[in-house]
């Protein structure tokens, strides 16, 4: 994939997901494309994909906007920083305001998404809802495990 096509794909991913279409969205990714979401989880498939853009993101959130910046493209990998806003729809942080920068990894084949990865630091969104520490600590501590459990980070820790 070139520059160009990926600003396209990137383009049409962010815009798909500001929306709420998780149709459009679902169709950035091979079929069976797999969104891995530091919140979220990994969902695997186009399906799953959508219901998890329109009804966990959307679900939780209003006002929802996600762009991405400075793309790098290496043939079948991608690289993009991200911003992203939301206004929660969750009761106890509903109407808080929140923004976010990530780093998105893309494994790409065919002009489409087979894996996506991000990077974000979610204890700036939580400290932006007003979680209090002791859940913030939970979290960080679960998303630690994540990490740590991941087959790639397995074999870097045994180098």
Not at 40 to 67: C, K, Q, S
Request: glycine share 8%.
């Amino acid at each position: 994939m070139n520059s160009a096509e990926f600003i396209r794909l990137l383009d049409r991913f962010a815009d798909a997901a500001s929306r709420g279409d998780g149709k459009a969205f679902a169709a950035c990714f091979t079929e069976d494309g797999v969104y891995h979401d530091y919140i979220y989880g990994p969902h695997t498939g186009r399906e799953a994909i959508a219901d998890m853009l329109v009804n966990l993101f959307h679900r939780d959130a209003t006002a929802y906007d996600w762009r991405m910046f400075d793309p790098v493209v290496n043939g079948d990998i991608g690289y993009a920083w991200s911003l992203s806003k939301f206004t929660s729809t969750i009761p106890q942080f509903k109407g808080k305001d929140v923004v976010i920068d990530g780093m998105s990894r893309f494994v790409l084949k065919d002009g489409l998404i087979a894996e996506y990865r991000e990077s974000v630091n979610g204890g700036v969104a939580m400290v932006q809802l007003g979680v209090e520490a002791p859940r913030i600590e939970k979290v960080l501590k679960r998303w630690a495990g994540w990490l740590r459990e991941r087959p790639e980070v397995k074999a870097y820790l045994k180098r």
